[in-house]
C-alpha cells in the first residue's frame, strides 16, 4: 500500500493494530527511490501488509476499497473495538454481514479496513446490519443469528462450503 506519511502509518499498524515490523528498507524504483516497512501479526508470515512511501498527495479518490483482517475469535474484535474507540478513530461501523460480525474504520490515510470474526451461518451478500457492541456476548450472537435466519439464501455455513466446493470442482 502506497503511503504518504510512512511513520504515521506505521505507529498506527503497530501500536493500535497490534502488528509487528518484520524488516523496513529502501529500494530504487521506476517510482523513484522508496522506503518499505513489512508488518504481520503472524509469525508464520514474513508480511500481511507492505507499506511503500511515494503515494501522490493529490489522489482525487482513494484506491483502496479495503483492506480486511480475520480475528481468531470475537474476544479479540470487541478488544480491538474498544482500542479504536480509545484512540478516538473516527466513523467506526460495527456490523454484521450474517456471515461474518465486522468492525469497519478507516486508518490515518482514510483507507478503508475491516476487521471481522467468521460466524457459523451464510446468507446472500452484500448484508450490513448495525451491530450494537453494548451487548453482552450473548445477546449479540443471539440477535446475529435471528437476524441472518431472516435472510435470502440462510444456511449453515458448512452447507453452503459444501455447495461451493462442488461448484468448483
Avoid at 503472524?42 to 501522490?56: K, L, T, Y
Avoid at 466513523?91 to 467468521?118: C, K, M, Q, T, W
Wanted: proline share 6%.
Amino acid at each position: 500500500m502506497f503511503v504518504t506519511n510512512i511513520a504515521r502509518m506505521e505507529d498506527f499498524y503497530t501500536r493500535v493494530l497490534g502488528f509487528t515490523v518484520t524488516d523496513r528498507g529502501e529500494l530504487e524504483t521506476q517510482r523513484g527511490r522508496l522506503n518499505f516497512v513489512f508488518l504481520s501479526r503472524d509469525p508464520r508470515e514474513h508480511h500481511q501488509i507492505v507499506m511503500a512511501s511515494g503515494r501522490p498527495q493529490d489522489l482525487p479518490f482513494n484506491s483502496i476499497n479495503q483492506i480486511s483482517f480475520r480475528m481468531a475469535e470475537f474476544a479479540g474484535l470487541r478488544e480491538m473495538h474498544g482500542r479504536l474507540v480509545e484512540e478516538k478513530v473516527k466513523e467506526i461501523h460495527p456490523v454484521s454481514h450474517g456471515n461474518a460480525l465486522s468492525v469497519y474504520f478507516h486508518d490515518p490515510e482514510g483507507n478503508r479496513v475491516e476487521l471481522f470474526v467468521d460466524t457459523p451461518w451464510y446468507c446472500h451478500q452484500p448484508v450490513r446490519m448495525p451491530l450494537d457492541m453494548k451487548l453482552s456476548d450473548a445477546q449479540l450472537w443471539a440477535w446475529a443469528e435471528a437476524e441472518v435466519r431472516k435472510q435470502p439464501d440462510f444456511k449453515p455455513v458448512e452447507e453452503w462450503r459444501a455447495q461451493l466446493a462442488r461448484k468448483i470442482g
